[in-house]
Antibody, heavy 120, light 106 residues
Framework: QVQLKESGPGLVQPSQTLSLTCTVS????????VSWIRQPPGKGLEWMGV???????DYNSAIKSRLSISRDTSKSQVFLKMNSLQTEDTAMYFC??????????????WGPGTMVTVSS | DIQMTQSPPVLSASVGDRVTLSCKAS??????LDWYQQKHGEAPKLLIY???NLQTGIPSRFSGSGSGTDYTLTISSLQPEDVATYYC????????FGAGTKLELK
């Protein structure tokens, strides 16, 4: 069955770079897209970016200058890197599979999330 | 960027009530909208895709409707397990979540 699981450092210092990994099983990254979505404590969801099945990427314009998403298809892993972290980047970070051909597009499988705290 | 406005922010209802949650887009999103349910401490869960398509395994008391800029999620008979926050999500132009509606039991 399809599973996704996020992993990361938990605590990051301000101005540093965040590196997260989403490890997937039950699906091929060359046939599926994976998005990153985050949620600050007590707040709503924010779509961050996507890596498509062809390896192309799209990013939220609000954080595009700080964000990079890549993958290693042989390891079934998707990576998020975001630089210049600030306290407002403290959030639960989720990866999710995007599914559906036009006009459908939805996130049908999600990881449990990994909490990232930005603090000195 | 398209803005998604959900109302009300908090809704209190009783078991068995018919509940309607609203999502309004800042421009026409051509029915390119999904609904997600998030229970406390869990990842979001897909309920409805492309405005009115029920995801596999989701109870039929959930339904979606709408067009243009105005969309609705309806729960026909509220159950205790439906207590959660509900988010709409548009993918017509960019990708944007609404701020959510928190559904509570009265």
């Amino acid at each position: 069955q399809v599973q996704l699981k996020e992993s990361g450092p938990g605590l990051v210092q301000p101005s540093q770079t965040l590196s997260l990994t989403c490890t997937v099983s039950g699906l091929s990254l060359t046939s599926n897209s994976v998005s990153w979505i985050r949620q600050p404590p007590g707040k709503g969801l924010e779509w961050m970016g996507v890596i498509w099945s062809n390896g192309g990427t799209d990013y939220n314009s609000a954080i595009k200058s700080r964000l990079s998403i890549s993958r290693d298809t042989s390891k079934s892993q998707v990576f998020l890197k975001m630089n210049s972290l600030q306290t407002e980047d403290t959030a639960m970070y989720f990866c999710a599979r995007g599914e559906g051909g036009p006009p459908y597009w939805y996130f049908d499988f999600w990881g449990p999330g990994t909490m990232v705290t930005v603090s000195s | 960027d398209i803005q998604m406005t959900q109302s009300p922010p908090v809704l209190s209802a009783s078991v068995g009530d018919r509940v309607t949650l609203s999502c309004k887009a800042s421009q026409n999103i051509n029915k390119n909208l999904d609904w997600y349910q998030q229970k406390h401490g869990e990842a979001p869960k897909l309920l409805i895709y492309y405005t009115n398509n029920l995801q596999t395994g989701i109870p039929s008391r959930f339904s979606g409707s709408g067009s243009g800029t105005d969309y609705t999620l309806t729960i026909s008979s509220l159950q205790p397990e439906d207590v959660a926050t509900y988010y709409c999500y548009q993918y017509n132009s960019g990708y944007t979540f609404g701020a959510g509606t928190k559904l509570e039991l009265k």
